[in-house]
């Protein structure tokens, strides 16, 4: 069974940075893309950021683009997202999930409903 599961959220002034990770287990790893997303009181899932099996590939919102950055060790089954200069638009659940379609060794997904398996989040508060 696959299981997921996000830490490093918390609460961080506007301008600040932290950490997510997301530790996997129950599946190979390496051979799914992995993505991060997030979700705000009242409003839908948004995708944040995926990176491939291969750690060939990866793709960001524009709206976090230049500021987060999407890594992964496959023998350590985690991939991490870092996230600078936040803002308190920032602010939301966010959650890692799993890819398992085979989209080669570059394809990547931004479609919520392509992830099949989901962590439980962790919450992200920036203040202003």
């Known amino acids: 069974q696959v299981q997921l599961v996000e830490s490093g959220g918390g609460l961080v002034q506007a301008g600040g940075s932290l950490r997510l990770s997301c530790a996997a287990s129950?599946?190979?790893?390496?051979?799914?893309?992995m993505g991060w997303f997030r979700q705000a009181p009242e409003k839908e899932r948004e995708f944040v950021a995926a990176?491939?099996?291969?750690?060939?590939?990866?793709y960001y919102a524009k709206s976090v683009e230049g500021r987060f950055t999407i890594s992964r060790d496959n023998a350590k089954n985690t991939v991490w997202l870092q996230m600078n200069s936040l803002k308190p638009e920032d602010t939301a659940v966010y959650y890692c999930?799993?890819?398992?379609?085979?989209?080669?060794?570059?394809?990547?997904?931004?479609?919520?409903?392509?992830?099949?398996?989901w962590g439980q989040g962790t919450q992200v508060t920036v203040s202003s």
């Open positions: 999930a799993r890819d398992p379609k085979d989209r080669g060794r570059y394809g990547l997904s931004s479609r919520s409903y392509e992830y099949d398996s």
């Open positions: 990176i491939s099996w291969s750690d060939g590939s990866r």
């Open positions: 129950g599946l190979t790893f390496s051979t799914y893309a």
